[in-house]
């Protein structure tokens, strides 16, 4: 079981990270710890132990890159019925027991279904004809749940064998979206993903307590960098696969919401209009990689950040 954690500037949050990981009742074989920081900040906190590698980047290549430079150092030496784990620096598992319920949970599905490639605590089912994800409803979770891929922050285990079979993160996307991509190429080459289904309700169950929506919002939220690449990256990844209709529907949906805000809420809803643009042009055009600066800064006179090239 080896672990891939991709870190950029916050060393705080990775401290604890760290501690919580050696505190976890199933340790990790291997960390490989991948520091996004050009200037190589997490060198400072990550121990120089056996079984621990720090890895620098060089540059800020986003959690895509970030997953597929550590997935590649995992396959120099892990064997193909080795997990590797995807671990985020500021969301640790809040259980003592997740990587080993989750490993146990990894090597049974396994035994009995060579085809399983990928597991983890929560994941997304896919619509593709509808461009959007479905809510798994709440009676489903219960033992192993079918999904279209693991999300973000949600421990994926992937099998090295699956790695080795469909290749590494695309790096191409930086950032967003990246978890879909790979867990709709998993299902296309025959691989089964699954969600423990009792991790999944418990979860859901903690951010029900946070009170956090989960149903569609007509309104315009303040605008990121964020979401520059997931409109891109979603339009991208179903044109990749062969979905134009599917990527036009995300395209007439991303105007339409600042169009339909206009009236409300003008300087924010033309904020919104011009980054959707730039994103889609970007997305029908291929030009992916870091295009949009992470650290750009918004206000109503501001255009996104534009990264070198």
Same mark, same amino acid.
């Given at each position: 079981?080896?672990?891939?954690?991709?870190?950029?500037?916050?060393?705080?949050?990775?401290?604890?990270?760290?501690?919580?990981?050696?505190?976890?009742?199933?340790?990790?074989?291997?960390?490989?710890?991948?520091?996004?920081?050009?200037?190589?900040?997490?060198?400072?906190?990550?121990?120089?132990?056996?079984?621990?590698?720090?890895?620098?980047?060089?540059?800020?290549?986003?959690?895509?890159?970030?997953?597929?430079?550590?997935?590649?150092?995992?396959?120099?030496?892990?064997?193909?019925?080795?997990?590797?784990?995807?671990?985020?620096?500021?969301?640790?598992?809040?259980?003592?027991?997740?990587?080993?319920?989750?490993?146990?949970?990894?090597?049974?599905?396994?035994?009995?279904?060579?085809?399983? %490639?990928?597991?983890?605590?929560?994941?997304?089912?896919?619509?593709?004809?509808?461009?959007?994800?479905?809510?798994?409803?709440?009676?489903?979770?219960?033992?192993?749940?079918?999904?279209?891929?693991?999300?973000?922050?949600?421990?994926?285990?992937?099998?090295?064998?699956?790695?080795?079979?469909?290749?590494?993160?695309?790096?191409?996307?930086?950032?967003?979206?990246?978890?879909?991509?790979?867990?709709?190429?998993?299902?296309?080459?025959?691989?089964?993903?699954?969600?423990?289904?009792?991790?999944?309700?418990?979860?859901?169950?903690?951010?029900?307590?946070?009170?956090?929506?989960?149903?569609?919002?007509?309104?315009?939220?303040?605008?990121?960098?964020?979401?520059?690449?997931?409109?891109?990256?979603?339009?991208?990844?179903?044109?990749?696969?062969?979905?134009?209709?599917?990527?036009?529907?995300?395209?007439?949906?991303?105007?339409?919401?600042?169009?339909?805000?206009?009236?409300?809420?003008? %300087?924010?809803?033309?904020?919104?209009?011009?980054? %959707?643009?730039?994103?889609?042009?970007?997305?029908?055009?291929?030009?992916?990689?870091?295009?949009?600066?992470?650290?750009?800064?918004?206000?109503?006179?501001?255009?996104?950040?534009? %990264?070198?090239?």
């Amino acid at each position: 079981m080896h672990g891939v954690l991709v870190t950029y500037r916050r060393l705080a949050q990775l401290e604890n990270t760290l501690k919580v990981l050696d505190d976890q009742r199933r340790s990790l074989d291997t960390l490989a710890v991948v520091d996004n920081d050009p200037g190589g900040s997490a060198r400072r906190v990550v121990p120089d132990r056996p079984g621990i590698e720090y890895i620098h980047a060089g540059e800020n290549i986003g959690p895509a890159g970030g997953i597929a430079l550590g997935m590649r150092h995992v396959l120099g030496y892990a064997d193909d019925d080795d997990w590797v784990v995807l671990l985020d620096d500021d969301d640790p598992p809040r259980r003592a027991d997740t990587l080993a319920v989750l490993a146990d949970f990894g090597d049974d599905l396994r035994r009995g279904d060579p085809t399983v %490639a990928a597991v983890g605590k929560s994941g997304t089912n896919f619509n593709i004809r509808l461009a959007r994800s479905i809510r798994t409803p709440d009676h489903m979770l219960d033992g192993p749940v079918p999904s279209d891929c693991i999300g973000g922050n949600q421990v994926p285990f992937i099998s090295v064998h699956a790695i080795r079979t469909v290749g590494v993160f695309d790096e191409r996307l930086f950032f967003g979206f990246e978890e879909l991509e790979y867990g709709l190429r998993l299902r296309a080459a025959g691989f089964r993903v699954y969600v423990h289904g009792g991790l999944w309700r418990e979860d859901r169950a903690y951010h029900n307590r946070l009170g956090l929506r989960t149903d569609p919002d007509r309104r315009l939220a303040h605008l990121s960098w964020r979401r520059y690449y997931s409109i891109r990256n979603l339009i991208y990844i179903l044109r990749k696969r062969g979905h134009p209709i599917s990527a036009s529907k995300v395209t007439a949906r991303s105007l339409l919401k600042p169009l339909y805000n206009i009236p409300h809420h003008p %300087a924010l809803a033309g904020q919104h209009l011009r980054v %959707a643009m730039r994103a889609i042009a970007d997305a029908y055009l291929q030009r992916m990689g870091r295009t949009v600066e992470p650290e750009a800064k918004y206000d109503h006179q501001d255009e996104l950040g534009q %990264a070198p090239r």
